[in-house]
């Protein structure tokens, strides 16, 4: 089986500033990795995921994750962050042999003026 | 890209009643759904693994009987909450599709 441990469950920063929310996984297969951003009262969005191949992944607005497996980590980095991108972030695993997605417990992004 | 829609988003329900969740694949055909339970602001946990044709598998620790799991065709699985209680409310959300990660938009229960 495979776990997720994200590290900050709260992460405060001032807009424009750059963040990392970490997360690092533990399992005995292969993995696959993924962020997700949840605003209040709705589902999951998918920011990014690492299959295979590259192992630095970016989304559209701006993130980017870098898989690295002698850590055990899929970190997520913004170089500047919005107001908008206030909201909890999760860090997910799935191994290459099962078909259930582990959860991290959450980082709450807050994005202050 | 796949699409997951679940339904309804919200439901308010009597103790002692029970509520239905559909979970629908729009785009693509899903053998495996998965449906997640989410107290508030926690996070995520798997409850069951919906498989088409056959009986879901359970997590360790959900009621088999309280949460029925149907996925009668391709595209669409359902979580039925029998005999709701209010330690029942909770956010169920699904998914499905390659690697099972497109989520449903969930759904926010309240037994009452």
């Known amino acids: 089986a495979q776990s997720v441990t994200q590290l900050d469950s709260q992460v405060p920063v001032f807009e424009e500033a750059p963040v990392e929310l970490r997360c690092n996984y533990s399992?005995?297969?292969?993995?696959?990795l993924f962020w997700y951003v949840q605003y209040p009262n709705q589902g999951l969005q998918l920011l990014l995921k690492?299959?295979?191949?590259?192992?630095l992944v970016e989304s559209i607005n701006g993130f980017e994750a870098e898989f690295n497996k002698s850590q055990t980590s899929f970190h997520l980095r913004k170089p500047s962050v919005h107001i908008s991108d206030t909201a909890e972030y999760f860090c997910?695993?799935?191994?290459?042999?099962?078909?259930?997605?582990?959860f991290g417990a959450g980082t709450r992004l807050t994005v202050k003026p | 890209g796949a699409v997951v829609s679940q339904h309804p988003s919200r439901v308010i329900c009597k103790s002692g009643t029970s509520v239905k969740i559909e979970c629908r694949s729009l785009?693509?055909?899903?053998?495996?759904m998965f449906w997640y339970r989410q107290f508030p602001k926690q996070s995520l946990m798997l409850m069951a693994t919906?498989?088409?044709?056959?009986?879901?598998?359970?997590e360790q620790g959900v009621e088999k009987d309280k949460f029925l799991i149907n996925h009668a065709s391709l595209t669409l699985s359902t979580l039925t909450v029998t005999s709701a209680h209010p330690e029942d409310s909770s956010f169920y959300i699904c998914?499905?599709?390659?690697?099972?990660?497109?989520f449903g938009s969930g759904t926010r229960l309240t037994v009452v």
């Open positions: 998914s499905a599709g390659n690697y099972g990660y497109t």
């Open positions: 399992s005995s297969v292969s993995v696959y």
């Open positions: 690492y299959l295979s191949g590259s192992t």
């Open positions: 997910a695993v799935r191994g290459y042999n099962n078909n259930d997605m582990r």
């Open positions: 785009d693509f055909q899903a053998t495996t």
């Open positions: 919906s498989n088409e044709g056959s009986k879901a598998t359970y």
